[in-house]
C-alpha cells in the first residue's frame, strides 16, 4: 500500500519553486474546492455570506488573470473574508462549522499569499484543505484518533488521498508550466478546481 | 539534554529485504481521482466502469452529527445541534474496495507501475521512507493507546527515533507543551481554537475545543501523549472526560485560552484547583 502523506515543510519547499503567482493559483484552487463547504454550512444555519466569499475568490482569480487588485482592495477583502470565518464562540456547533471555518480560512491563505507572495500562505491553505477533510473523516466514521490503527485509517481514507493527490497534481502542474503557458493553465486549473469542488467530500471525487 | 537521542544520530535502520516502492498499488483508482499525467494505456481489466458521480452524492458536506452524551459537562453554545441530512450508516459509503473502480471520476485511468515509483520522490509520498513512516506510525498509534503503552513500546522502536520526542516532551512543563501543540497551527486557527493538556498518572492527554486537534497537532504528539476527541466540547472538558474514561488521575491542567466559568466548575468536580487564567492542579487527596 502506498499512502500519500501531507508534510507541510516539503510542500512550502515545492511551493518555492514556483513563482509568487503560481503559488497564489495553487491556493486559490484549494480554496475553490472547499467553497462548497461553506455555502451548505451557510444553508444550513443562516450564518455566514457564501454570496460575498465567492465573490471575494472570483475576484482573486481574475488578479492573478492579470486584472490586478490594489493593495488596498486585497487588504479590504482579506479583511472582509476574515470576518467571514465562523466562529464555534458565535454559532451554535454543528460538524459542518469546522469545515466552512476552513473553506473561508482557505480564502484567507490565498488572498494572502497574493499579498505576501509567501509560500507559507499557499501551504497552510492546503493544510486547511487537510483539517477539513480530516474532521470530516473522523466525523463521519466515528474515529478516536487514541485507538491503535487510527491514523493510518484516517489518512488512507479515499477522500484525504484524493485531495492529496489534487494538490499534488496541481503543483507539478504548476512546476512544470512554461511562461507562454501559464495564462492556459491557470484556466484549466481554475476550471477544474470549480468542477471537482462538488465532489470533495463526496464518492467519486 | 533537551534533544538528545537514544540511538547514534547515524544509525540506519535495516531495510534489507524490503521493499521501498509499492508496486503493486494505484492509488489514484483506490480513490477515484484522474492522474495528474497522461499515461499508458491500461489493460482492460482495470477500466472504469463509466459510472459517473452519483447525483445524490454531490451535495457537500453532509453527516451525522457525533452523537453526544446528554450528560457532557460542557457543551458549548448548542444543547440541541442542528440536523444534518445525513443519517445513515456511521461507515463511509465512499470507501472502497480494492479493485472497485466504480467511482472513479471523469477523465481517471489507472497508473503504470513506474508512475508509482515516480511518486517516490514526491512531497506527498515519500515511498522510500515508508516502510519507516509505517513503523513509526505503529509506533504512534501503540504509545497513543493507554492500553498498548505499558505493554508494547519497547527496544525494537528506539532505533527509529521513539524515545527523542519522548524525552523531550518528558522535560517540557504542561502549560509549554500546551503553547507548542497550539503553535502548530496556523494564525488563525490559533486565535480561534483552544488546547489543553492535562497531566495524569496514565500520561499527557492532549486536547483541543469543539473540533478537537487538527492532524497536524496530533502528528506533533510525543510518547505518552494521548489524543483526546470530544466534538462540541471545550478543550479542558474533553481533556478531563479522557482521563475519566480511562480512568487515570489528573494531576495537572494547562489551557491556551482563559478556563470558561463552566469548565472552572468542572475542574473543582475533578478535585482540581485554579492556579491562573489558564492553569490548574488537581491535589492528591
Known sequence: MGILRFDQASLKTELDRIAAPLRVVFAAAVAERLLPAYVNFSHKTGW???????????????????????????????????????????????????????AAAAVVYALSCRQSGKSQDAAWAATRAYDALDHFVTTQEDIDPSTAGAEERIVSNPLI??????????????LAVDREDESALIQKIRQRAKAESINVFNKGS | MDDYSLVPVDHQPDFENVSLVPVDYDPYAAAGVAPPVPIQPQPAQNQPTANGPDPAQTSGPAVSAPTAAASDPVQPNNPSPAPTSSSGPPTLANQQQPGDVSAVGPGSGGLVPAKIAELGSDFYNQSILKPLRDLRAMGHD???????????????????????????????????????????????????????VLETDAGR????????????????????EIAAKAPRTHAEATALKKAASIGAT????????????????????????????????????
Open chain 1, 161 to 174: 488521498q484524493a485531495e492529496f493527490m489534487r494538490q499534488q497534481r496541481d503543483l507539478r502542474e504548476l
Open chain 2, 205 to 224: 492527554i492532549v486536547a483541543g475545543g469543539s473540533r478537537d486537534l487538527s492532524p497536524l497537532q496530533r502528528a506533533a504528539l510525543g510518547r505518552g
Open chain 2, 250 to 285: 489528573p494531576s495537572e491542567l494547562a489551557v491556551t485560552r482563559t478556563i470558561c466559568p463552566k469548565c472552572a466548575a468542572l475542574v473543582e468536580s475533578f478535585g482540581g484547583k485554579l492556579t491562573s487564567r489558564t492553569t490548574a492542579v488537581f491535589p492528591r487527596r
Open chain 1, 48 to 102: 455566514g455570506n457564501p454570496q460575498l466569499l465567492a465573490e471575494i475568490l472570483e475576484r482573486l482569480w481574475r488578479d492573478v488573470d492579470g486584472i490586478k487588485m490594489s493593495p488596498e482592495e486585497l487588504q479590504q477583502n482579506i479583511h472582509l473574508s476574515t470576518e467571514l470565518i465562523p466562529q464555534e464562540d458565535e454559532i451554535s456547533w454543528v460538524p459542518d462549522l469546522a469545515w466552512a471555518e476552513d
Open chain 2, 142 to 196: 501503540l504509545i497513543t493507546d493507554p492500553a498498548y503503552f505499558l505493554h508494547a513500546v519497547g527496544p525494537s522502536l528506539v532505533g527509529l527515533g521513539m524515545s527523542a520526542p519522548a524525552a523531550r516532551v518528558g522535560s517540557v512543563g504542561v502549560a509549554e507543551r500546551a503553547k507548542e501543540i497550539h503553535n502548530v497551527l496556523d494564525a488563525i486557527a490559533r486565535r480561534m481554537r483552544t488546547t489543553a
